[in-house]
């Protein structure tokens, strides 16, 4: 039996979602609760990070975000060998052959390492 064949009720209203809109997999009853839960889930996101700049969004993450600026000045030693370790990472990778340029963590230490 495939789940969908069970009642599914709206996450708005809590009616039953019609057939023709649980073909489409929706868990809303009508296009108007879909902006309703879209405009939610945006809000809800937008609580964590801003959606302009990806920073932290409330009082406490910026003054979270700004304590590990300034730790991050007062220690760039820190800074200059977490790059080397990422680095000497990359070519670790790049020793191992093919296997280890196909992962997809080669590419990100890559972009990171730079």
């Not at 809800?44 to 304590?67: A, D, G, I, V, W």
């Not at 963590?105 to 730079?114: R, S, T, W």
């Amino acid at each position: 039996m495939n789940f969908w064949d069970h009642p599914v009720f709206c996450v708005v209203c809590g009616k039953e979602v019609p057939s023709d809109r649980k073909k489409r997999r929706s868990v809303t009853c009508s296009e108007e609760h879909q902006k309703i839960r879209t405009n939610y889930l945006r809000e809800r996101k937008e609580l964590k990070k801003c959606k302009y700049c990806n920073q932290p969004s409330t009082p406490e993450e910026r003054e979270e975000f700004k304590l590990w600026r300034r730790d991050r000045k007062k220690h760039p030693h820190l800074v200059a060998e977490l790059t080397h370790a990422l680095q000497l990472a990359v070519t670790q990778l790049e020793k191992m052959g093919s296997d280890g340029l196909a992962s997809g963590a080669y590419e990100v230490l890559k972009k990171v390492a730079k």
